[in-house]
């Protein structure tokens, strides 16, 4: 069982908690530290080769390379009920969390369509290792990547009771 599956409601009050924390702290920018405002982007090592691994998300993921051998995810182009938003947090030592992989992170990565997403995965003979799971938030599943990373894939909605299923 994951954290998001486990306490999803811990996952949203952090969002929301930050998020009334930032308010707060941009009413009194002039007598507060300077602070993260976003993640500017998410860049981790590959295993074997980067060229292939980056193909891999672009083919399954829809992750658009650009010449610089990265994606840029545009804001802008986000059509998410919740408009947009990034949750961070840090995982206890013991957590389960991230298995099967043996990494010590893991990307949510929010989509657009997450059936539609699951048939192309699917089709692909890539593994849903779990989901998709229905909650206040949104549509989670979850997969690995060639080289053992766990993704997180999230299909974002407003908070809403009627979203569980």
Not at 6 to 32: G, Q
Not at 62 to 90: H, P, R, Y
Request: without cysteine; proline residues 3%; negative net charge.
């Amino acid at each position: 069982m994951t954290i998001s599956s486990k306490y999803p409601a811990l996952i949203i009050f952090a969002a929301f908690f930050s998020t009334n924390m930032l308010e707060s702290a941009v009413a009194n920018e002039d007598t507060e530290m300077a602070k993260v405002t976003g993640i500017g982007g998410v860049f981790f090592l590959s295993r074997g080769n980067s060229k292939e691994l980056a193909a891999w998300y672009e083919k399954h993921l829809g992750m658009t390379l650009e010449s610089f051998g990265g994606a840029v995810l545009q804001w802008e182009n986000d059509t998410a009920e919740d408009k947009g938003l990034t949750v961070w947090g840090v995982a206890d030592e013991d957590s389960t969390w991230f298995k099967p992989s043996e990494s010590v992170f893991m990307i949510n990565y929010r989509v657009d369509n997450m059936e539609k997403m699951i048939q192309q995965l699917t089709a692909a003979n890539i593994e849903i290792q779990q989901g998709p799971e229905y909650h206040e938030n949104g549509v989670f599943a979850w997969i690995m990547d060639p080289e053992g990373n766990k993704i997180e894939l999230w299909e974002p909605k407003v908070w809403d009771d009627k979203n569980k299923r």
